[in-house]
């Protein structure tokens, strides 16, 4: 009671507040900040993600201009556009560039063609061991690339199988496969098996069916685990190292080697040009993407 009545009997300001607290205008004024913060909150965290993901691409292509003073491209020098007239000239890196690539390219064509069938298998049919088909699909992104590399280099020596291009190959393929089937398979589980069912009304045949109705609603998750083969394959370094030999070596080898005694401008050039292409890839899916929603 008796702080009740102190608190009754305190001075207070015009509009009835305690005499001391802060009037409703200046908290209006502090809080309008905070308030605009909140508003935005969702923007602002995107906004810095994305910085944050865009940052190191930024500095790659920064450094894509640097004449470094040795062999060593970690400080801004000056400003020289040498290395992306000449992207190739250091040695064995285009030569190592080509053979990723074209690794990169054969495991995904392989890749997605095998894992576009078994999703398929998986989401519209049933049979024995479905199951245990769907754990051991997942099991490649489970499993850590360590184990994967030195499991999959256990198996060619003790089949006797010569390390080099076809055992890159054959190790890509393998863990790509479980990518393509997850992106397939969530992709024709959402499919309306009504539009397969009215072009079957319509008499066509399931060839038909499948090249006219079913393979373009099946065609983003189809472009979508190709795409995700490609980048995996190409940027691989782990599982490659444990199955490449010692006279194959890929990009990402090329790399790794070359950090340790100096890593050349050209592979800055080499990385900026490959982002730029991924943008415009990807900047032309979305607009054909609108292009077509328009139309319809």
């Not at 576009?116 to 690339?145: D, Q, S, V, Y």
């Not at 401008?265 to 292009?291: D, E, K, P, W, Y």
Request: some cysteine; aromatic content about 10%.
């Amino acid at each position: 009671m008796a702080d009740a009545t102190h608190l009754a009997d305190s001075p207070r300001n015009r509009d009835g507040s305690p005499k001391g607290s802060p009037a409703p205008a200046k908290r209006s004024a502090v809080l309008a900040p905070l308030r605009r913060l909140r508003r935005h909150a969702v923007v602002i965290a995107g906004a810095a993600s994305l910085v944050y993901l865009l940052l190191p691409n930024v500095v790659v292509m920064l450094f894509s201009f640097n004449k470094p003073a040795g062999r060593f491209n970690y400080e801004w020098r000056a400003f020289s556009a040498d290395a992306w007239t000449d992207p190739c000239g250091v040695a064995d890196m285009c030569g190592s560039l080509a053979l990723s690539l074209q690794i990169a390219l054969l495991s995904t064509v392989v890749a997605t063609a095998f894992g576009t069938l078994a999703a398929f298998a998986l989401a519209r049919h049933r049979f024995r061991g479905k199951g245990t088909g769907n754990a051991l699909i997942f099991l490649p992104m489970a499993m850590p690339e360590v184990v994967m590399g030195a499991s999959l280099g256990t198996l060619f020596l003790n089949t006797r199988v010569a390390f080099g291009f076809v055992t890159i190959l054959i190790a890509h393929i393998m863990f790509c496969l479980s990518f393509v089937v997850v992106a397939v398979k969530a992709r024709v589980m959402s499919m309306d098996p009504r539009l397969e069912e009215a072009a079957r009304d319509l008499y066509a045949g399931p060839l038909q069916t499948f090249l006219r109705v079913t393979l373009p609603l099946a065609a983003p998750g189809i472009a979508a685990g190709a795409m995700l083969s490609f980048a995996l394959s190409f940027d691989d370094f782990i599982i490659t190292q444990f199955n490449a030999g010692p006279s194959t070596v890929t990009f990402p080898m090329f790399v790794w080697g070359a950090a340790q005694r100096g890593v050349p401008v050209q592979v800055n050039v080499i990385g900026t040009a490959m982002f730029l292409i991924a943008v415009a890839i990807v900047l032309g899916g979305q607009i054909a993407a609108g292009r077509r929603r328009r139309q319809a």
